[in-house]
């Protein structure tokens, strides 16, 4: 009979139940697909890494003779080293496009078990001295290339034709990106091959020689030990970075989106089950308030306090239920797009959605848990009531005045709804509360949503807009004399300022902490590259001192005035350790960098007055030429357009947009189920009132405006308050995604305040569309012709 | 029936049907009656007579199955919700057995509720003076005495000013001297003001003080009374 009685009360209310099951679901489907998405992601990676031998040191040396990498071995807890040539080439593409690069890196086909082994997925074995190479299947892809194709390069300023003979994936290039100056891989512009080394020293003419270094290590042996036993015996040939696994940068970005997507995974379901929480708990109070009497009567007929609870339990135990099996189900549907979508930016076998019956229970039980504790907490008053009491109606509500009443101007200038809604809003600090936190709540997602557009918007422009302002920047394949350089590219036609400038590596250390970094050098009196400081006014490369981006600082615990040490494999004497001078603390979104003017230096890494860029300002309709020019000479390793990279940047920004959406939508929703029950709830419990209203000749309209009142009013509140607590989210998000590769900045626009505003006022408008709908439909006669 | 009154609220052939499920439920049958300005009409019958139902249709609350239904020339059986809410508004006045008084605004604000969408309202400090309860403008219906809870509900009805006033057995939840006190306020409301106020009761010796009886059996107008000496509220006993 009872359970009866709970479908009949449910499909009553079926809309504030349905309201409630989609916020759970919500919840839980981003739970079991992320989750479902991470495990596998983390299984991929783990297996990938293991079957493939992924290294777990990498340094880069200018020139290494191949006999030398065999010594190494003999430190203690290398497992297994192997030297290599890396470079990158241009592509010639039948249709002239002139920025299509290949990084070449070399491979041993006769080696077993090889580090950074490829994992081919189609093709056959290289061979050894022939002209051939596997490529990384996303450029594979992306080029619509097919076996036995042949790719022309230029190398050393010659072209070379190459055959295509396998396609494959490299733990190294999970996540390819060519220069630090990229935000995404690009497979169509940018992919490995993979050659073998007699091949490649052909190409290169550096006969048994390598420039990277790859080791693994014994199982226990720490990194640290072998890089100090390492460093000094990598240093006589021109060392330029010795780095662990876990900098590389597939690795790094890799493991900061698997750390993003776990603390979205864990604290998204949260908030949307609290919602769902607060809304049964209100639903369940105001039930067993409302069913006193029938409580009283099933007490007076003989059912146990134990049975009466296990009956008002069925209500949040059913939508928990309910919830948790559309949640884990919908969540395991979402893993397959969604592992799509990850396989999309990360190169890797084994991505795919799949189903976990672990996950699955898991939802089930973190649904039901939350119902039941919800559920309980809003019906154990029952427990506490006599039969006869429960029979009894309630004691009045309390008539004391409230504090605004007291408040005797504002209290006037109220209508006499307003004047009930504020009543209300005290005499039910419970239901306040819950409206309260669920408006701040729908107002901080709505407010995140467009914070992180803003936020992409600005790490994007800001760089390619406001800070580097040249029309192309030129990669010179190896430092050259800066005042040579920019001469010489200043003279190409349409050229009408050049600016050269130096990436130098570097280890920056503050007592234990230490950094390796890249130093830019740049002109004092640079117009091409603009620094600046929060406020955005622009700060000029210092000619004493070394400025830091603002994690840099926090990773140095340094502050202007910090001395730091350095070093660099680019100084005369690499085992000198010299000293700098913090003199400032800059903003810096994307990458991790320091700056110094350029002369400085030069003069700190007291090496000649190199250069290893050079940005130019020049008419857009020459760069093709440029490009055209000295792409092919073995000098330049690269010419980047700034347009081109913008707009790349500008299409990303739209696929980001529709994610956006997504967000503003669960704001939406959030929004509309705390109001609708919010309505529901206030429309049961004072049908009474606002039936008189109408029989007194209100419109549903002016009747309907007493709980809207209410609602506006605390929501007006909430709103507000959503500001901090946006900015306390957006604090702890970056936290846990800000990485070497980029920093979220974590101020919200006026746009992002305006956006939250209207997402959660469109939310209640709606909620309060429909229960405006209920009161329309009142039955006046029944309402009023029961007893209180 | 010749009367020398217009008619305020003319009855044509009423009929009120039910759908319980799938049962019909007859509630009103045929019914046919005029109500004339100023006079105090009392609709006396058992309970399940259908006197409810014919409050609620004049009231505006509820709408007639068949049959034809004025207010004054208006239509009201063609009126859409709409219409009605704004006849109920500036028309009529309602009191309620068990009052249906907003909790959470005093006596004053619950006048002063109704007080703000009349077009021509009396003024509250006046009703409630006129139902004796200026002293207690401030308190909340849960610091009434029942008596005093049903006056605060006739002021707000009589506040707006209403032509029509429609009572549910109004006395139906007071003691006899508190029950008097309330009648006694609706004849003078008749009287002082020229209203007409319709009183539904099973309490035949209300009936005693009406100008007019309509008896209701099972959904038919059985009988139409006129008493020619109404006896005063005073004297009602029960």
Redesign the interface.
Known sequence: MLRRKVLRDMKENKGAYAACMVVIIIGLTIFTSFSVVIDNLTLAQKNFYRDQNFANGFAEVRLMPYREVEKLKQIPGIKDIQGRMVEDVRVLTPDGESDVYLRLVSVDPLKENPINGVHLTEGVPLKNGAMEIWVDSKFFAANNLKLNHEIEIIAEGRKRSLRVVGAGQSPEFIYAMRDSSDIYPDPEKFGIAYIPLQSMQAIFSHQNTVNSIIFTLQPGAAYSSVEQELEPKLKKFGLENLYPRKDQTSDLLLTGELKGIQAMSTSIPVLFLSVAGAILYIMLRRMVEQQRGQIGILKALGYTNKEILLHYMTYPLACGLVGGIVGGLGGTALSFPLASLYGLFFNMPGLQGSFSPWYFLECILLSLVFSAFAGYQGCKRSLSLHPAEAMRPPA??S?NKTLLEKAVLFWNIL???G??AV??IF?NPGRTFFVFFGVAFAFSLGGMTWTFKDISEQMLYDQYEKIEKYSAKVFLSAPKDARQASSELGRFPGVKRAEPMAEIPLTLKNQWREKNVVLLGIPKDSILYNIMDKDYKSVPPPEDGILISERLADLLGARPGTTLSLESPLMQDPEQEKTVRVSGVIPQHLGLNAYMELEAAQALIDNGRFATIVMLKMDEENIPALQEAYNSSGAVSGIVNRTEMLNKTREMMGSLISSVFIFALFAILIGFAVIYNSSIITLSERS??L??????????A?VLSVITFEQWFIGGFAMVAGIPLTKLLLVAMAESINSDLYTMPTTMSLMAVCTAFIITVTSIWIAQRLAGKKI?NLS??EV????? | MASPHTPIITCRNISKIYLMGEVEVTALRDVSLDIFEGELVVILGPSGSGKSTLLNIVGGMDTPTKGELFYRDKPLHLADQNELTYYRRNAVGFVFQFYNLMPNLTAYENISLSVQIAESPLSVEETLEKVGLSQRADHFPSQLSGGEQQRIALARAVAKNPDLLLCDEPTGALDLQTGIQVLKLLRDFCESYGKTVLIITHNSEIAKMADRIFYLRDGRLSRIETNENPVPPERVTW
């Open positions: 009045p509500p008539t209508t006499v709804q004047r009930m009543r209300n005499r009474r009132e039936a008189s209203m109408m029989v007194l000749g209100m419109t549903p002016e329309r006046l006669v009023l012709k029961s007893r209180e």
